[in-house]
C-alpha cells in the first residue's frame, strides 16, 4: 500500500492564480480531511469528507475547494490563492469518522507571491 | 468545544536525559481519543499512540510512555534516555464525538519542538 499520497510536494504561485493539491489514499478510508500547518499555529483543519460525495467545511475554509468523487481522491482547490495561503498542506484518512487513527500524506509546501 | 493545550513551546536536552512532553485537553464529551504524532524534521506526520476517554492504563513503548489522567484532563508524553533522533515537533491531538450527531474532528495542540544534544 501506498499509503496516502500527495501532490506535487512544493509550489509556488503568484497571488491571483489557481490551482489544485492533489490527495490519494488506497486504504478504502472512508473519512479523509484537508489540514494547513502554519507556524506556531498546529495543525488546521480545511475541509473534511465522511465519504464518496459528502463534504463539509472545517476550521479555516475559506478560500478553499474541495470534492469527493470517489473514496480514493480528495483535492484541495485554491480558486484565488492569496499570500495567506502560503502554508504546508497535508491530507489525511482515517477508516471510520471519529476516534480512528488519521495517517497522514508527506505534504505540499505551498508559497504564494 | 474542544481544545489542547501544549504550553511547551521548546525543550531542549542533552542525550540521554529523560523529557516529558505535556498536554492538557479540554472536552464537554465523555467518550473522546487522545493521539500523540511526531514531525521530523523530513517534515511527515508520524502516528505515535491513539488512547480512549475509557482506557487510562498508562501504555509504555520502548522508551516512550504515556501518562493518561482525566482528573487532570492530561496526557503526558516521556521519552526516557533521550536520542538524537528523538529530535522533531510533537504534536497532542483530541477526537471526540459530538453528543448532537455532527461530525467529529481532530484538534491539534500548537506542538512542543524537542531538541536532543549530543
Known amino acids: 500500500n501506498a499509503g496516502v499520497t500527495q501532490t506535487p510536494k512544493f509550489q509556488v504561485l503568484k497571488t491571483g492564480q489557481s490551482m489544485t493539491l492533489q490527495c490519494a489514499q488506497d486504504?478504502?478510508?472512508?473519512?479523509m480531511s484537508w489540514y494547513r500547518q502554519d507556524p506556531g499555529m498546529g495543525l488546521r483543519l480545511i475541509h473534511y469528507s465522511v465519504g464518496a460525495g459528502i463534504t463539509d467545511q472545517g476550521e479555516v475554509p475559506n478560500g478553499y475547494n474541495v470534492s469527493r468523487s470517489t473514496t480514493e481522491d480528495f483535492p484541495l482547490r485554491l480558486l484565488s490563492a492569496a499570500p495567506s495561503q502560503t502554508s504546508v498542506y497535508f491530507c489525511a484518512s482515517s477508516y471510520s469518522i471519529w476516534g480512528d487513527t488519521q495517517y497522514f500524506g508527506p505534504g505540499t509546501r505551498l508559497t504564494v507571491l | 468545544a474542544q481544545k489542547v493545550t501544549q504550553a511547551q513551546t521548546e525543550i531542549s536536552v542533552v542525550e540521554k536525559e529523560d523529557v516529558t512532553l505535556d498536554c492538557v485537553y479540554e472536552t464537554r464529551d465523555t467518550t473522546y481519543y487522545l493521539f500523540w504524532y511526531k514531525q521530523p524534521p523530513s517534515g511527515e506526520l508520524v502516528f505515535l499512540i491513539r488512547r480512549n476517554s475509557f482506557d487510562e492504563q498508562n501504555e509504555i513503548s520502548g522508551r516512550y510512555s504515556w501518562n493518561f489522567q482525566k482528573s487532570t484532563s492530561s496526557f503526558n508524553f516521556t521519552i526516557t534516555a533521550s536520542q538524537v533522533v528523538d529530535s522533531a515537533v510533537y504534536f497532542c491531538a483530541l477526537s471526540e464525538a459530538l453528543l448532537d450527531g455532527a461530525n467529529s474532528k481532530l484538534t491539534f495542540g500548537k506542538g512542543i519542538t524537542l531538541s536532543v544534544r549530543p
Open positions: 486504504m478504502n478510508h472512508e473519512y
